[in-house]
C-alpha cells in the first residue's frame, strides 16, 4: 500500500537549519510528484513546493525567498525539504504529500513531522 | 494565486443530520479540459489531512457516500448528507488549477 514516512520531531533555535525526510513506499517515486504543505500551531494549511523525483523538475512558493531547498534520493525513494534561517513563525507541522495527476489532488499524505523553532 | 474562502468557519452539527460547506473561488477553476480542479479534504484532530473529494464531484477511495461535493467555476459545496461522530474536524478546500492553495477551513464539531 502506498505509505510516506517522515522523520521525527526536531527543536531547533533560530537562524539555525533543519531537514525533513519524506521515505515512500508501495508506488513509483518517480511518477508522482511530492508536495511539501505546512500547518503552523492552531492555524491552516500552507503550500511549500513541489519536486518531481522523474524530471528533476522542482518549485517553490516565493514566501520562503530561497530559504527552502527540495531535493530527492531515487536510490531511497526518499524526498527532503531543507528550510534554512529558520524563524519562531516557521514552527509547524510539515507534511508531504503525494501529488495523483489523473484526480489532480494530493492522495496521499506523510504522519507529519513537527518541528519546533525555539530559543 | 487564486484565493479560496470558505464558510462558514465553525459548523455545529447533529448526528444523523445534514450539514453543508461553502468554497468560493477567486477565479473560476474550470481548466480547458473540462474538469473542475477543486478538492475536499478532511483533517480529523491529531491526524494528516484526508482526501475525500477530487475534481469538485468524485469520492476518493473508501469514502462513504453521504458525502458528496458539487459546483461549478467558482462556487463549490461539500455536503454530509447525515453526519457521523467520525465527520468531526477541520475540512479545507484546495485547488489545482494553478499553484497550490487551500481554504482558510472550516471546523465540524458536534
Known amino acids: 500500500q502506498v505509505q510516506l514516512v517522515q522523520s521525527e520531531t526536531e527543536v531547533h533555535k533560530p537562524g539555525a537549519s533543519v531537514t525533513v525526510s519524506c521515505k515512500s513506499s508501495g508506488f513509483s517515486f518517480t511518477s508522482h510528484p511530492i508536495h511539501w504543505v505546512r500547518q503552523a500551531p492552531g492555524q491552516g494549511l500552507e503550500w511549500m513546493g513541489w519536486i518531481n523525483a522523474g524530471s528533476g523538475n522542482r518549485k517553490s512558493s516565493p514566501k520562503f525567498q530561497g530559504r527552502l531547498s527540495l531535493t530527492t534520493d531515487t536510490s531511497a525513494n526518499t524526498a527532503y525539504m531543507r528550510l534554512t534561517s529558520l524563524r519562531f513563525e516557521d514552527t509547524a507541522i510539515y507534511y508531504c504529500a503525494r501529488f495523483w495527476a489523473d484526480g489532480e489532488a494530493l492522495d496521499f499524505w506523510g504522519q507529519g513531522s513537527l518541528v519546533t523553532v525555539s530559543s | 494565486d487564486i484565493v479560496l474562502t470558505q464558510s462558514p468557519l465553525s459548523l455545529p452539527v447533529t448526528p444523523g443530520e445534514p450539514a453543508s460547506i461553502s468554497c468560493k473561488s477567486s477565479?473560476?477553476?474550470?481548466?480547458?479540459?473540462?474538469?473542475?480542479?477543486l478538492n475536499w479534504y478532511l483533517q480529523r484532530p491529531g491526524k494528516s489531512p484526508q482526501l475525500l473529494i477530487y475534481l469538485g464531484s468524485r469520492r476518493a477511495s473508501g469514502v462513504p457516500d453521504r458525502f458528496s461535493g458539487s459546483g461549478t467555476g467558482t462556487d463549490f459545496t461539500l455536503r454530509i448528507s447525515r453526519v457521523e461522530a467520525e465527520d468531526i474536524g477541520v475540512y479545507y478546500c484546495?485547488?489545482?488549477?494553478?499553484?497550490?492553495?487551500f481554504g482558510g477551513g472550516t471546523k465540524v464539531e458536534i
Open positions: 477565479q473560476s477553476l474550470l481548466h480547458s479540459n473540462g474538469f473542475t480542479y
Open positions: 484546495m485547488q489545482a488549477l494553478q499553484t497550490l492553495t
